[in-house]
């Protein structure tokens, strides 16, 4: 699998499908989820509600991912996968695994061939970065699920180079 960085804004991505930093109510928040479905419009969210309403009652569990429409986004589709908030009493790895292995699952079910994910639970959900670095490129290069190519959209310098370093650490050509 083709796997790239990238410094900017996940809503600008061409790609056939950006993963969203979503919350479990899967109507909006900040950071990532406040950028998608702001540029994304309407629709975004109305497909939220809809699955809301019928399969997520009680919010979608965090580690899962399920897929939505792009709206005016330049992506087909988006999948929104809900990462834990970091804690320093439980090791909750595993859930952060499988926000990217999911994602990925979701992705090459639609038939995505390309899919850009941000720094899942590295923002509001404080996950230390170099930690969620390692996490994100090591699930995503081990994936048995495989799409053409991933690009990890990083918001900014210090994030992007935490990442160059993950690729580094685990023998991942950037
Ligand atoms: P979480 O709640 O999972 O921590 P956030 O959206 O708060 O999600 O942050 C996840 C990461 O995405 C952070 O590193 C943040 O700096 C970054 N980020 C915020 N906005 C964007 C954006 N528009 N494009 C790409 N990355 C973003």
């Excluded at 950006?18 to 950028?35: F, H, R, W």
């Excluded at 979608?60 to 992506?75: D, E, M, R, S, Y």
């Amino acid at each position: 699998m083709d796997i790239r960085l990238v410094q900017g804004d996940i809503t600008e991505q061409d790609v056939d499908a950006v993963v969203n930093a979503a919350n479990s109510s899967l109507l909006g928040g900040g950071g990532v989820d406040g950028a998608i479905h702001r540029a994304g419009g309407h629709e975004i969210l109305e497909e939220c509600r809809a699955l809301r309403a019928s399969s997520y009652g009680k919010g979608l569990p965090a580690g899962q991912a399920v897929a939505t429409t792009a709206g005016k986004l330049p992506a087909r589709w988006v999948i929104h996968t809900v990462g834990p908030v970091y804690s320093t009493n439980e090791d909750r790895s595993e859930t952060l695994a499988s926000c990217y292995r999911e994602s990925l699952r979701v992705a090459a079910e639609l038939g995505a061939r390309s899919v850009a994910f941000p720094a899942i639970s590295t923002g509001a959900y404080g996950w230390p970065a170099e930690d969620g670095a390692r996490i994100a490129v090591r699930t995503t290069r081990d994936s048995s699920v495989t799409v053409g190519h991933v690009r990890f959209v990083l918001a900014g310098e210090r994030m992007y180079e935490i990442f160059e370093r993950a690729l580094a650490e685990t023998g991942t050509a950037p």
